[in-house]
């Protein structure tokens, strides 16, 4: 009842993953209007929101929605909001974050050398071809290689985790208090248009009065009286 009656190819998903069809501002759009409309108290959407914010800075990728869902879990904040709020991290903010956080975590741990955002994006597809090796070659013939994970880990993944963890916590804390001033706007104005709409429907059902004889106009003669019919 609910499937595509064209399902869409491996390529068409793949292509909206990276630009959605309608552009990623009507993306935006569409969260914000659904975060608005979540059901829940406005300190707890905000929590929610921070939560996915701030996973969205830390290099656990493929599991965000996991680890945003089990944070809003344990500070009590809305699982859905947080699970809306990592579009924070997407195609166009991604390299941004990870160049910011990488160099941060560098400059905190005291590691040098050569950084840019396609650097990590190639460290990270470089990892991540060496990790399925090592997969198969648990079960074949081959031999697992762990240098690139170590030098990956200790140059790219250790200072992203370090300084994506300091710039999400102030970018979720900021997001918090923008949030939660905009949900409860919302739910008042929602909430008076509601009372507004009742009182219509009230005042629309309310029996009327019965609308009195409008009284003889002065200038008008008097009626003649009729004379009594013989019996």
Do not use: C
């Not at 406005?42 to 800075?57: L, Q, Y």
């Not at 994006?121 to 079960?139: C, K, P, R, S, Y």
């Amino acid at each position: 009842m609910f499937k595509r009656r064209k399902p869409r190819s491996y390529s068409q998903i793949a292509t909206e993953m990276i630009y959605p069809r309608g552009g990623w501002m009507r993306a935006a759009q569409y969260v914000l209007y659904r975060v608005r409309r979540l059901p829940d108290q406005p300190h707890k959407i905000g929590r929610g929101v921070a939560a996915g914010v701030f996973i969205s800075f830390t290099p656990l990728h493929g599991f965000h929605f996991l680890a945003a869902a089990g944070i809003a879990w344990v500070i009590g904040g809305n699982i859905l909001a947080a699970l809306l709020a990592t579009f924070v991290g997407n195609p166009i903010t991604f390299p941004f974050i990870a160049y910011g956080s990488t160099w941060l975590g560098r400059e905190i741990l005291g590691t040098h050398g050569k950084l840019s955002a396609k650097m990590i994006l190639n460290e990270f597809a470089d990892a991540t071809t060496q990790v399925w090796h090592n997969i198969g070659a648990m079960f074949g013939p081959g031999v697992a290689h762990w240098d690139r994970l170590s030098s990956f880990f200790r140059d790219i993944y250790l200072p992203y985790l370090v300084g994506g963890m300091i710039l999400g916590t102030i970018a979720g804390i900021v997001a918090h208090y923008l949030t939660v001033p905009v949900i409860r706007a919302y739910h008042r104005r929602r909430a008076r248009k509601l009372a507004q709409r009742i009182e219509k429907i009230r005042v629309g059902s309310a029996p009327r009065p019965p609308v009195a004889p409008a009284p003889p106009d002065a200038g008008d003669p008097p009626a003649p009286d009729q004379p009594d019919r013989p019996n």
